[in-house]
């Protein structure tokens, strides 16, 4: 079994009741919105990797204002030749403010729109878990920085 780690940072980036998200496209062209961010360059500081994915994704110049929590998952998925990936990703969830830059879609990378969406409207929208942990980090706020 193949063992995958990936350490990502995202930002709940929540403005006049509505949420920012950047739709991600699947390797399978199946798209589903997201909270703008991304994997950690090596060596990056998780802070940096927050600010650089949200202006790639987005365009806007993001500031984490607090540190939200960190949700971690695993799941196991085939790889070539018969093969099987033990995949454990690590998320750290920032609460980010829009501070610069203006709204735009990301060329050449794994989003392909991103758009303000209305709080009340998310629930109906197809998107990824992390959505809604982040949502749920942003209202909830827990001490410990973790949901359940």
């Known amino acids: 079994m193949h063992k995958e780690l990936r350490v990502a940072a995202y930002a709940v ?12 496209v699947a390797g399978d062209g199946s798209k ?3 909270l703008p961010g991304g994997g950690m360059d090596h060596g990056e500081d998780p ?17 984490p204002v607090a540190l939200l929590g960190v949700d971690s ?15 454990h990703g690590v998320r750290i969830v920032y609460e980010g403010r829009v501070v ?13 729109l991103a758009a303000w ?4 409207g998310v629930a109906a929208l ?3 878990s992390l959505v809604d942990i982040g949502l749920s980090l942003w209202r909830d ?8």
Do not use: K
């Not at 650089?52 to 993001?62: F, L, M, N, Q, S």
């Not at 706020?141 to 359940?148: F, K, S, T, Y």
């Open 13 to 24: 980036c929540v403005r006049d009741g509505s949420v920012l998200l950047a739709r991600w």
């Open 32 to 34: 589903r919105w997201t």
């Open 47 to 63: 802070y940096d990797t927050v600010i650089r994915e949200a202006d790639e994704e987005t365009g806007y110049a993001v500031e």
């Open 73 to 87: 998952l695993r799941r196991r998925y085939p790889r070539r030749l018969g093969a099987v990936a033990d995949f």
């Open 100 to 112: 610069g830059g203006a709204l735009r879609h990301e060329t050449s990378g794994s989003t392909d």
């Open 117 to 120: 969406h209305p709080l009340d």
């Open 126 to 128: 197809d998107r990824v």
């Open 141 to 148: 706020r827990p001490a410990h920085g973790h949901l359940g």
